[in-house]
């Protein structure tokens, strides 16, 4: 495979040379790529956030039809990696973060599904998941000390980490699930892999193993013995890769006006990236934050007041974030400017109910089955192009079969079972039950 660009695109701004990340609590030193993916979050408790947004090299979105998916990655990557890790080295991060299909597939006369679901564990977490494990394996190559990554998954991330982990070495991941309350299949993608994965099945609920990961990460004794860190989805490493699959989605669309992107919102992530994409150069007329009935944001793009509420269960469970981490980046990147941001964002809730019957009726009229997250955002945006005759896409985050139970009933079929999960169904579960108490959990750290 070649790399064109690797030394042929300059970025103009110098500091490229070695990007460097602020905190949005603006009280702790800026730090480089590698010192932001390995902390995860600064010591103010802030996220990170990159110093500028780089401009894409000139021509690059006319012509991106001549490049394959490696070399969009590296070129969009390469700005916000610096010389922390070196070309080779990013082009096979990269090469190994994206190597499935990305589809751009027509559902209808105005939208389509960006179907990122063809990962290992049938969801978009796959992408960033991916390229921060490979990140933090390279950062940790010349380390002794074995990293432990601590992860409380309440389903789908889980699966997404524990499996973007696998084989990396010098890392050691332990994830925390409540036993009994994640789906069968997220709980095999957790439980069957072995090797550096490890499963603790928590006795208590989604908020106790959370409770227990803080716990760690705030214990002295421990945080002595052991190198421990995070797989948290505000890390920078999970984050900016999400960027490429607008870019695969733009390749892919055959329209002379620019799309617009309905991403189905929770903790504002993968939107965000969207819009960090479409900053640096990517055409996109609109975005829409489709959200269920966790409408944090909806709210505020009506009011200007921004109020966290907790979350409510709902049927597409991975968005239910009563105060989406995220949402910060966004503001900043519209520099705090409402308007701003109200031109280029808007919002919408959709309920359950409105949910199941979009899924049913997408399925059978245009005989496409979307998962509960899809629904969400097909609903949010076909609203959008009724009253504005535009094209655009929805992002579909997780394939249906993961949901199999919810969506059958719905459709009142069986759904196709893809031949990942079939093998999936006959692995053996591996895990170590645990009580949901801090204790437990150190005595097993320890003690492994
Ligand atoms: C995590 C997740 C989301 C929400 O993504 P954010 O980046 O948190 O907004 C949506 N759909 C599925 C299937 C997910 O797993």
Same mark, same amino acid.
């Given at each position: 495979?070649?790399?064109?660009?690797?030394?042929?695109?300059?970025?103009? &701004?110098?500091? /490229?040379?070695?990007?460097?990340?602020?905190?949005?609590?603006?009280?702790?030193?800026?730090?480089?790529?590698?010192?932001?993916?390995?902390?995860?979050?600064?010591?103010?408790?802030?996220?990170?956030?990159?110093? #500028?947004?780089?401009?894409?090299?000139?021509? #690059?979105?006319?012509?991106?039809?001549?490049?394959?998916?490696?070399?969009?990655?590296?070129?969009?990557?390469? &700005?916000?990696?610096?010389?922390?890790?070196?070309?080779?080295? $990013?082009?096979?991060?990269?090469? !190994?973060?994206?190597?499935?299909?990305? &589809?751009?597939?027509? @559902?209808?006369?105005?939208?389509?599904?960006?179907?990122?679901?063809?990962?290992?564990?049938?969801?978009?977490?796959?992408?960033?998941?991916?390229?921060? =494990?490979? %990140? $933090?394996?390279?950062?940790?190559?010349?380390?002794?000390?074995?990293?432990?990554?601590?992860?409380?998954?309440?389903?789908?991330?889980?699966?997404?980490?524990?499996?973007?982990?696998?084989?990396?070495?010098?890392?050691?991941?332990?994830?925390?699930?409540?036993?009994?309350?994640?789906?069968?299949?997220?709980?095999?993608? $957790?439980?069957?892999?072995?090797?550096?994965?490890?499963?603790?099945?928590?006795?208590?609920?989604?908020?106790?193993?959370?409770?227990?990961?803080?716990?760690?990460?705030?214990?002295?004794?421990?945080?002595?013995?052991?190198?421990?860190?995070?797989?948290?989805?505000?890390? *920078?490493?999970?984050?900016?890769?999400?960027?490429?699959?607008? #870019?695969?989605?733009?390749?892919?669309?055959?329209?002379?006006?620019?799309? *617009?992107?309905?991403?189905?919102?929770?903790?504002?992530?993968?939107? %965000?990236?969207? @819009?960090?994409?479409?900053? =640096?150069?990517?055409?996109?007329?609109?975005?829409?934050?489709? %959200?269920?009935?966790?409408? *944090?944001? /909806?709210?505020?793009?009506?009011?200007?007041?921004?109020?966290?509420?907790?979350? @409510?269960?709902?049927?597409?469970?991975?968005?239910?974030?009563?105060?989406?981490? +995220?949402?910060?980046?966004?503001?900043?990147?519209?520099?705090?400017?409402?308007?701003?941001?109200?031109?280029?964002?808007?919002?919408?809730?959709?309920?359950?109910? /409105?949910?199941?019957?979009?899924?049913?009726?997408?399925? =059978?009229? +245009? +005989?496409?089955?979307?998962? &509960?997250?899809?629904?969400?955002?097909?609903?949010?945006?076909?609203?959008? %192009?009724?009253?504005? +005759?535009?094209?655009?896409?929805?992002? !579909?985050?997780?394939?249906?079969?993961?949901?199999?139970?919810?969506?059958?009933?719905?459709?009142?079929?069986? *759904?196709?079972?893809?031949?990942?999960?079939?093998?999936?169904?006959?692995?053996?579960?591996?895990?170590?039950? @645990?009580?949901?108490?801090?204790?437990?959990?150190?005595?097993?750290?320890?003690?492994?």
């Amino acid at each position: 495979m070649k790399y064109i660009f690797s030394n042929s695109f300059q970025y103009a &701004p110098s500091e /490229t040379g070695g990007m460097l990340y602020y905190s949005l609590n603006h009280n702790a030193p800026r730090v480089s790529f590698a010192e932001a993916a390995v902390k995860g979050q600064a010591p103010d408790k802030g996220l990170y956030f990159p110093r #500028f947004i780089p401009e894409l090299p000139k021509g #690059f979105i006319d012509n991106i039809q001549a490049y394959s998916k490696e070399e969009i990655g590296f070129v969009v990557m390469k &700005p916000y990696i610096g010389e922390t890790i070196t070309n080779t080295a $990013l082009q096979d991060i990269i090469t !190994e973060t994206v190597n499935f299909n990305i &589809p751009l597939v027509p @559902i209808n006369n105005h939208i389509s599904s960006l179907e990122l679901f063809h990962g290992p564990t049938l969801a978009f977490k796959d992408v960033g998941a991916r390229f921060m =494990s490979r %990140c $933090l394996g390279y950062f940790n190559k010349n380390n002794d000390k074995e990293v432990t990554v601590l992860v409380a998954t309440s389903g789908d991330t889980g699966g997404a980490v524990a499996n973007g982990f696998l084989g990396v070495e010098g890392i050691k991941v332990v994830i925390l699930y409540p036993s009994g309350k994640v789906s069968r299949v997220q709980e095999l993608q $957790l439980t069957t892999l072995g090797k550096n994965i490890t499963a603790l099945e928590v006795e208590g609920t989604f908020d106790d193993c959370q409770n227990m990961v803080k716990q760690a990460f705030a214990d002295i004794e421990l945080n002595k013995r052991l190198l421990l860190t995070s797989a948290n989805s505000i890390n *920078v490493a999970r984050w900016l890769p999400q960027q490429l699959y607008y #870019f695969y989605a733009y390749q892919q669309w055959q329209e002379k006006e620019p799309p *617009v992107i309905s991403v189905p919102s929770g903790n504002f992530g993968n939107i %965000c990236a969207g @819009i960090l994409a479409n900053v =640096s150069g990517l055409p996109v007329k609109h975005f829409i934050a489709a %959200c269920n009935s966790n409408k *944090v944001v /909806t709210q505020y793009l009506q009011s200007g007041n921004y109020e966290p509420q907790p979350a @409510i269960p709902t049927i597409s469970n991975a968005m239910d974030v009563g105060n989406p981490s +995220n949402f910060i980046r966004i503001i900043e990147i519209f520099h705090q400017q409402f308007h701003e941001l109200k031109s280029k964002v808007s919002s919408i809730s959709v309920d359950d109910i /409105t949910t199941a019957q979009v899924i049913k009726k997408v399925f =059978s009229t +245009n +005989n496409y089955l979307l998962d &509960p997250h899809g629904a969400v955002a097909y609903y949010a945006l076909e609203n959008y %192009c009724n009253t504005t +005759n535009a094209k655009g896409f929805i992002v !579909e985050t997780a394939h249906p079969v993961k949901f199999a139970e919810t969506v059958e009933k719905i459709i009142e079929e069986k *759904v196709e079972i893809p031949t990942a999960i079939n093998q999936l169904l006959s692995a053996e579960k591996q895990s170590i039950v @645990i009580p949901p108490e801090f204790n437990a959990l150190k005595e097993w750290l320890i003690n492994q």
